[in-house]
């Protein structure tokens, strides 16, 4: 059974900082690209950035660029979303998910290409 556990959300305010993390489990990590997602509220889903199965490739939304990181650790199945300067526009649920790939370096940058979820971690950006 697949399990995609995340962690870090919290309350900050603007210009800071967060570091969230989802540590999987009931897969083999290495053949996962991972996303990192959000959810504000009365909005759809959005796809925020990916890292590859190989952690040789990441993409991310333009909104992020510059300012949120995504890394891998093989070593502990856990997959982190550092987010700098931090925006009240970026408060939402940040939804960790995951789905098998045939090529290590693959990414996948649409919601609709996960098949597994994790719970979500709430981030809130004071102004």
């Known amino acids: 059974q697949v399990q995609l556990i995340e962690s870090g959300g919290g309350l900050v305010q603007a210009g800071g900082s967060l570091r969230l993390s989802c540590t999987a489990s009931g897969l083999t990590f290495s053949n996962n690209a991972m996303g990192w997602l959000r959810q504000a509220p009365g909005k759809e889903r959005e796809f925020v950035g990916t890292?590859?199965?190989?952690?040789?490739?990441?993409y991310y939304v333009d909104s992020v660029k510059g300012r949120f990181t995504i890394s891998r650790d093989i070593t502990k199945n856990t997959v982190y979303l550092q987010m700098n300067s931090l925006k009240p526009e970026d408060t939402a649920v940040y939804y960790c998910?995951?789905?098998?790939?045939?090529?290590?370096?693959?990414?996948?940058?649409?919601?609709?290409?996960?098949?597994?979820w994790g719970q979500g971690t709430q981030v809130t950006v004071s102004s």
């Open positions: 890292i590859s199965g190989s952690g040789t490739s990441t």
């Open positions: 998910a995951a789905r098998q790939t045939l090529r290590i370096n693959a990414l996948l940058t649409t919601r609709n290409q996960y098949n597994y």
